[in-house]
């Protein structure tokens, strides 16, 4: 069975054909990605309506591409699966609008997908795919949660964000630093030559004894050594940026292993735009490590939004027979959507 995976939430357009062989972990066909990330670089930020006209020029073409890549027509794809939420919606609504159109012109049925299912099962993607039961640790631009994952669909939420998401942590912060949209890498990159120890920067709810995160308190400190530096900033900037990139690795950290001592579990899976920070992956490889915790990331290229983790999600939940692909092509959107919302197995 042929996948086609259409992601169109946010700021990249994605497109990827996966193939689904019984029970076997589907397989990455091919995929093709367009970052809008230079477009939206002038205004700070994504603005939502360029990210929509973006979507409709590229979604096609992508996915001819990523047809020709991988040897096969457009007739042979079996369903096709595209975000469905949550994310902007007229972004949602082009990605949705195309597998829609392509279903009914294909004749074939359409699935629509979870965005952050496709982040929580993007590592299945990679050479040494996970097995389940394991713990996630979901950090993206929108969301940070704490997750106990029992197969595909099976998802207890063990505790989430009261605020800010890590990925809005860094962005944030990077830009009171004044660094480029979107901030994270940025950060990162600037926090490899600074002290992260030379600034004391609060860690939100790291003795609360829950599982849940705030970081709008961590920005607001920043905020103020920013003021406080004024025209020093510029030669403490990379000493800030290590100090900030540390206080949110280290409550990301500490509570991944909250999460994995309460659950008694030993798999931990990254996934969403954070788990690339290297630094983040040294922490939790060297903590895990001690622990006999196996860690599992998704290939860094599939961390952040792409179109190989929708199609990945629609062909695992049609494989573990959660849901039926549909052939009404009347479409809505969740630009609002929590994952523990989706049909599970009886
Ligand atoms: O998962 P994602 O692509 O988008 C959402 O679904 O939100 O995550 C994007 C987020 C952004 O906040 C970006 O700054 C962050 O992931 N990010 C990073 C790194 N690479 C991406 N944050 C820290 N370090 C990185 N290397
Ligand atoms: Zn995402």
């Avoid at 979107?182 to 709810?205: D, I, M, N, Q, Y």
């Avoid at 735009?273 to 983040?280: D, E, F, T």
């Amino acid at each position: 069975m042929l996948v086609l995976g259409i992601e169109s939430s946010c700021d990249e357009t994605g497109v990827a054909l996966v193939d689904v062989q019984g029970a076997a972990v589907p397989r990455l066909l091919s995929h093709a990605l367009h970052s809008q990330i230079a477009m939206h670089q002038a205004y700070g930020g994504v603005v939502p309506e360029l990210a929509s006209r973006d979507h409709i020029r590229r979604v096609l073409p992508l996915a001819q591409s990523v047809l020709a890549e991988s040897g096969h027509d457009l007739g042979e794809v079996d369903v096709v699966a595209y975000t469905r939420g949550p994310g902007l919606a007229g972004a949602l609504l082009v990605g949705a609008g195309v597998a829609c159109a392509l279903g009914a012109a294909l004749e074939r049925p359409v699935l629509g997908v979870h965005h952050l299912e496709g982040h929580l099962l993007s590592p299945f993607l990679s050479a040494d795919p996970p097995e389940f039961p394991f713990v996630a640790l979901l950090v993206s631009g929108g969301h940070t949660q704490l997750m106990e994952v029992d197969g595909v669909g099976h998802y207890k939420v063990l505790g989430e964000t009261i605020d800010d998401a890590a990925g809005e942590a860094f962005d944030k912060s990077a830009k009171l630093l004044g660094l480029p949209y979107p901030g994270g890498p940025w950060l990162a990159k600037l926090s490899e030559s600074g002290s992260e120890t030379a600034f004391k920067l609060p860690r939100p709810l790291l003795h609360s004894g829950d599982l849940d995160f705030s970081f709008a308190g961590l920005k607001t400190a920043v905020l103020t050594q920013v003021r406080k530096l004024g025209d020093e900033l510029e030669a403490n900037k990379s000493d800030l940026a290590a100090s900030t990139q540390a206080a949110i690795v280290e409550v990301l950290l500490k509570k991944s292993l909250a999460a994995l001592d309460r659950t008694g579990l030993k798999r931990l899976v990254v996934a969403g735009g954070v788990g690339a920070n290297k630094r983040l992956r040294e922490q939790l490889n060297a903590a895990c490590a001690k622990r006999g915790v196996r860690v599992h990331y998704p290939e860094l290229h599939l961390c952040t939004d792409n179109g190989a983790m929708i199609a990945m999600a629609g062909a695992m939940r049609v494989q573990a027979g959660l849901e039926q692909p549909q052939s009404r092509y009347a479409f809505d959107v969740k630009p609002r959507w929590p994952l523990d919302a989706l049909p599970v197995a009886a």
